[in-house]
Each structure stands twice: as C-alpha cells, then as structure tokens.
C-alpha cells in the first residue's frame, strides 16, 4: 500500500478569517490534531451571548447546539475582549454572516455602526430608534443579537467578539497584506509621532497644532500589522463614511484569508499552531457554540466563495439626542432579508451586485 502522507500535509480549504478567524478552527479540525484542537479550544473565551432561550417544559427535549446550514453568524468587533457584557462600550463593526444550507457559500453583510434601528429592549421587544451600535452598549451581545434578529425577521445562531486589536498580531504573523486603493485619503483623526515611517500628510488637531496624519497613497499598499490598524479604524476622510470603512473591513477580510493560503501556513505544522492560537486569542464565543464542529462544516469555504454586500443605505441624517446616523433603505432591506431567508440571496445578488473586495477606497 502506498505510504499515507500525514495530515497536516494534506491540502486544507480555509474559511476566511470567521472570516478571518474561525479559518484556524477549520485549519485545526482538517487536520485532526488533538493538539491543535485542544489548544484552539483553550484560547477561545467563552461568555453568554446569545438571549435566553424561550422557557422549555420540564423533561422536554434540548435543542442540539446547531452547526448545519442554514445558518446566521453575527461578528462583532471590540477594541478588547469585554465578552459582550453591557457597559463594555460600542462595537465598531457589526458583520453578519449568512451561510446557506450548502454551506459552500457565505455572504458577509456590513451594517455599519451608525445604522439607525429600533434597538431591541431589554426583554427583547421592539424600542426605540438609535444607532445600532447602542444595542451592545446598552445590553451587551444579547441586545445586539435581538435588535438584528427583530429588523431583519431572522434567527442569529453564533454571535462572535473579536477583537479587531489582534489584527496587528495576525496580520503581521502572515507578513502584512496587500490592498488596492483607488485614491489617497488623509486620516486628519490619526496623528503620527515624529520619525514614523508611515506614509503622512500635513494636519492641524483640535489645538491648532501642526501633526502629521495617517496617509493613503492610490494604488497597492503593503499593510504591516499597526498600519492594517489605522486602515480598518480609518473613518474620517472616506468619500461614504462608515460605509467605506465597512468595505474596509471586507477589504482586509478578504486580503487577510488570501494571504495565509498564499503562505501555505496551513501546511506547516508550526506555523499553523501560531495562526491557531493567535486568531483563537482574538475571539470570544458563546458558551454553547461547538467551535471544532462548526469549524469542521465550514471546512470546504475559500476565501472566494464569500460574497461581500453592505445593508442598503437610504440616507444620512442628523437626529437630535442620537447625532448623525444612517437610515436604512426600508424597502431594499426587505428585499434582502426576504431573499436571506428564503434561500434567494444568489438572486437578490444578481438584481443588486455585491461588493469588488478587491479595492478600497
């Protein structure tokens, strides 16, 4: 018989980075390492986030932790590992993730954190407007995932924490990535101390002094851990705002997952354990979520199989006691999460054309 190759040599297919981040449980699960997979499991946080389930009668059968398709992941993005618990601050990015009941495809929608929905209240029921990035600050992840779950008429079966501060971490153990952008923007929030080797641009800050800000020549741009940073936070000077940093974030997703099939980390045992424990020490999932099975039925997603959409905008406005917020396209949203849930999005893609990940703006 012929002599069987190792496991870990054999070809992995990566989810990217849960986009860029469940790819290591999906790395760990093909390869079958108990190492790996305990590790993994190991730097994983573990909080309550999800609502509480409806109330069952007493002897009556438990739910299995699902990890078929279809099925809703909700990524929120933190400055720190905070476990969703209210009072832990705003969350800057909020992506969801819809994956069919192929699972062979994923389509990661933006709602950018100004966002103006009715936020869910604390028993779940339907509030008041705000930006959507309130719902966390004022419930944690469980208000969050209630708030989307309401205005979309879906069911999200895995919030997930990251911390977007692992990014330096992880982009630099890949050798930075590479981004297309299509014309230079200034960030005049993002001051640079004397001698940084970063590209930079004359500013003034609040005090009137003269700085050097954070610069983005047109063209490819190599990003180093810290300057991948700047980028992904970049707000101020974009031409669309909040919605050109949400394409930022598909941007790097999508640059990040190509990035660590280029380098064929997946292949080498000690690099792969590297990836596993630093893309794992970025998360925080909820307790019951079985992070190895789930990441062993994503295990056939590439980066190219994700397609990337931003939730319609109708407008910006400014309203009294909340400030400038984004106003969802009432009846394009419909359309999409009609088309979610009825197994339609390849359609709703077709009328209404995702995202070109491949520049930034």
Not at 262 to 271: A, I, K, Y
Request: hydrophobic share 40%; with cysteine; proline share 8%.
């Amino acid at each position: 018989m012929p002599e069987r190759r190792p496991l870990w040599r054999r070809p992995r297919l990566i989810l990217a980075v849960v986009l860029a981040v469940l790819v290591t449980g999906s790395a760990a699960a093909v390869a079958g390492t108990r190492l790996l997979a305990g590790r993994y499991e190991g730097a994983v946080e573990r909080a309550d986030l999800l609502p509480p389930a409806p109330t069952r009668s007493a002897g009556g059968p438990t739910e299995p932790p699902k990890v078929r398709g279809p099925m809703n992941l909700l990524l929120i993005g933190s400055d720190s590992r905070t476990k969703g618990a209210p009072g832990d601050g705003r969350s800057d990015v909020v992506i969801l993730i819809h994956l069919p009941a192929s699972t062979r495809r994923a389509y990661v929608i933006s709602i950018p954190r100004d966002t103006y929905l009715p936020i869910a209240t604390a028993d779940g029921e339907r509030g008041d407007r705000n930006k959507v990035n309130a719902a966390y600050a004022w419930g944690g992840a469980p208000r969050l995932v209630q708030t989307i779950n309401r205005f979309g008429g879906i069911t999200i079966d895995w919030p997930v924490i990251v911390d977007f501060a692992g990014i330096r971490k992880l982009t630099d153990l890949v050798g930075g990535v590479d981004v297309v952008i299509d014309k230079a923007t200034v960030d005049s929030y993002r001051f640079l101390p004397a001698g940084s080797p970063y590209p930079s641009a004359p500013c003034t800050d609040p005090q009137g002094r003269s700085r050097r800000c954070v610069a983005f020549p047109a063209g490819k741009v190599h990003l180093d851990g810290k300057l991948a940073e700047f980028y992904v936070r970049q707000r101020r000077g974009l031409p669309h705002d909040d919605i050109d940093r949400s394409a930022r974030h598909q941007q790097y997703l999508r640059a990040l997952a190509d990035k660590i099939a280029e380098q064929n980390l997946l292949t080498d045992p000690q690099g792969l354990d590297k990836l596993v424990r630093t893309a794992a020490g970025m998360l925080t999932v909820d307790r019951r979520m079985p992070v190895q099975r789930l990441a062993f039925t994503l295990r056939h997603l590439r980066s190219k199989d994700l397609t990337f959409v931003t939730l319609p905008i109708a407008e910006n406005r400014d309203v009294p006691g909340v400030g400038a917020v984004m106003v969802p396209d009432a009846e394009r949203c419909r359309e999409l999460f009609a088309a979610l849930r009825g197994g339609r999005l390849d359609q709703y893609m077709r009328d209404h054309p995702p995202n070109d990940v491949r520049h930034g703006r």
